[in-house]
T-cell receptor
Framework: DAGVIQSTRHEVTEMGQEVTLRCKPI?????LFWYRQTMMRGLELLIY????????DSGMPEDRFSAKMPNASFSTLKIQPSEPRDSAVYFC?????????????FGPGTRLTVL | GDSVTQMEGPVTLSEEAFLTINCTYT??????LFWYVQYPGEGLQLLLK?????DKGSNKGFEATYRKETTSFHLEKGSVQVSDSAVYFC????????????FGAGTRLAVHP
């Protein structure tokens, strides 16, 4: 059974460019989470969706960040324009409500470097 | 609001030593509690969980007991291996957001031969 897929493991871009990170959750999961991890700030929840609807985006650092979930099997996190301080590892995770389980399953992460 | 506090790392141990990583929490209601592990270059993986008071979660030789009276969920292992070197995160399911998890800062464990 495939886990959460973040097919891009490393992304390098230049300051000012737009960058889009992609995630495919586990089939049947109705929650999707985007996290950012840095040495300085640790693991931060940016935004999460339930049934494709954004529920809480209070962790999104600035208007330069946006996230979408057009369908149950795909989500994107976009940074426009990117800045060097956005360099971090971005994780996607998913979970399901049914069965009473709230365990989150994480993807391998995308390491973003903004030059 | 809800929060999780973990002991600061790094924790450095010799192989076969006993491990304890402390975790305490503040929460409204009755959260579920989790330990996740992150190996170098990887995402977080669920290690174990407990959903109610006095439950013990266990996996791969690791154990943690949900102690409501002390609001704690300490991680223990009787004999660590070099392969246990990783970062360990304690987490709870937040009030009002059943599927949203609140994570601690993480504790890095280094095990030497």
């Amino acid at each position: 059974d495939a886990g959460v897929i973040q097919s891009t493991r490393h992304e390098v871009t230049e300051m000012g460019q737009e960058v889009t990170l992609r995630c495919k959750p586990i089939s049947g999961h109705d929650y999707l989470f985007w996290y950012r991890q840095t040495m300085m700030r640790g693991l931060e929840l940016l935004i999460y969706f339930n049934n494709n609807v954004p529920i809480d985006d209070s962790g999104m650092p600035e208007d330069r960040f946006s996230a979408k979930m057009p369908n149950a099997s795909f989500s994107t996190l976009k940074i426009q324009p990117s800045e060097p301080r956005d360099s971090a590892v971005y994780f996607c995770a998913s979970s399901q409500t049914s069965g009473g389980s709230n365990t989150q399953y994480f993807g391998p992460g995308t390491r973003l470097t903004v030059l | 609001g809800d929060s999780v506090t973990q002991m600061e790392g790094p924790v450095t141990l010799s192989e076969e030593a006993f491990l304890t990583i402390n975790c305490t929490y503040t929460a409204t209601g009755y959260p579920s509690l989790f330990w996740y592990v992150q190996y170098p270059g990887e995402g977080l993986q669920l290690l174990l969980k407990a959903t109610k008071a006095d439950d013990k979660g266990s996996n791969k030789g690791f154990e943690a007991t949900y102690r409501k009276e002390t609001t704690s969920f300490h991680l223990e292992k009787g004999s660590v291996q070099v392969s246990d070197s990783a970062v360990y995160f304690c987490a709870l399911s937040g009030y009002g957001g059943y599927n949203k998890l609140i994570f601690g800062a993480g504790t890095r464990l280094a095990v030497h031969p």
